[in-house]
């Protein structure tokens, strides 16, 4: 999504010619390729696909086909982690208390069949600024109180910087997520401001922003997290630009912080 | 601040009409206007000043010459209740754990300068989205983390629903609050989206937002507050329309929730 200007065999070009190993896919790009074709070909370059994203929106109508079939795409890319934006308030879930309700009965629901599948939910905590409208699930504690019902192979956490950074429980709760073996995804992105209209897309590049990328990156080391790091900015700013040359310097930047 | 196109004079006239007994106000149009002008047209009005708006922004140079001002001129309006902004990241308190020192140290010197005159300072957490540029403070249980090393008739802090309403420990961060005496302001204001560029001014209308303001009120009820509930929305749409028509839709929303 960094660099959804890309196409995906762009895409899997550049990170194959500068050496990045993995590479996290969403739903979208890889259905709009077809999703065994996409499989085959980061496969045949050798990539992993380290996320698939996202499953979720359990607040909303139809969550649980849609989720199944995220499942299922994750299983033909063979990426062992589907990341969760659990969903907002809606008619049927109009406040916080019903909707994390609703969305603690959804991975019940869907956690077996993940994991029979050999994938892990990785429940996201959005920051608190998307609680009403993306994901009532707004801290790590909070995700970790759900995951921590089913088996960690089951359902963990995903770890962003973005979503985190301003919560001093946050390093707590990193902690006790890697001991538990729950850090399914460690995502990074940086906060600038001023915010955009609508909030969405004015992650900041590694390095630019107000997060000390370091600190989260040692503190994930020392949690015991050995799995992939992935850079997700939505930003237009960078999505305005040529993506290789982006691609490029999210690169350097990811190396340098 | 809800209806700042009324000229001091204009909102005083207005709220005696209206049966509205308080009103909270903010440094800038209380200077424009004069201090002790503005006093004097109060208590003539015989309205009570719930609050001054605002002190703090620690992580500045100047803090301390700005918030002794401050409390002097909550002094000379009669109220209690200095509401405190506490300051984002600055060069000189580049992240958070610095910022967050810094805030507290500040406290320390003015506690008893404020206590002394018979002004409490009331630390208000603003919503983590602010963390970075206007305050440090994101949670409840942070304000009263740094309110409980002083006494309560000195530090105590601000619920405001707009910052507080998306976080599960608020609730029993409220009742530590109430019960320690330590809740010196309570504001309303819904959440509204899409945020508006730069997230300032896109407070909701009481009852037009995500926001259960109902249960809010009883949570501080529950809590034994008893001081005034003050609504505080910083809105354009509300700052373009005719300032009398929004403080009689604001009244009849206060009361309807």
Not at 21 to 33: F, K, M, S, T
Not at 94 to 102: F, G, I, V, Y
Request: charged share 25%.
């Amino acid at each position: 999504m960094t660099v959804k200007q890309l196409a995906l065999p762009d895409l899997v070009a550049e990170c194959v010619r500068l050496g990045v190993p993995g590479v996290g896919l969403w739903r979208e790009p890889v259905r709009a390729y077809g999703v065994e074709a996409a499989a085959a070909l980061v496969r045949e370059a050798g990539l992993a696909v380290t996320t698939l994203c996202r499953g979720g929106f359990f607040t909303s109508d139809g969550w649980e086909e849609e989720n199944r079939a995220a499942i299922d795409e994750a299983v033909t890319l063979g990426t062992d982690t589907l990341v969760l934006v659990s969903g907002g308030l809606t008619a049927t879930c109009p406040d916080l208390p019903s909707a994390r309700a609703r969305i603690t009965e959804a991975i019940a629901e869907l956690a077996p069949y993940a994991g029979d599948r050999g994938v892990r939910l990785a429940i996201e905590p959005l920051h608190p600024m998307y609680a009403s409208d993306r994901c009532a699930v707004s801290t790590l504690d909070q995700a970790l109180e759900i995951a921590e019902r089913f088996p960690a192979d089951q359902v963990g956490v995903t770890v962003d910087t973005y979503h985190l950074w301003w919560d001093d429980r946050a390093p707590a709760a990193v902690a006790r997520a890697g001991v538990a073996g729950r850090v399914h995804s460690f995502q990074l992105a940086d906060w600038t401001t001023p915010l955009p209209e609508g909030v969405l897309n004015g992650r900041g590049q590694l390095g630019t922003g107000s997060i000390d990328l370091r600190a989260w990156s040692a503190m994930l080391d020392e949690a015991g997290y050995e799995g992939p790091v992935e850079v997700e900015l939505f930003n237009d700013a960078l999505w305005a630009r040529d993506g290789v040359e982006v691609l490029e310097e999210t690169l350097d930047r990811f190396l340098a912080v």
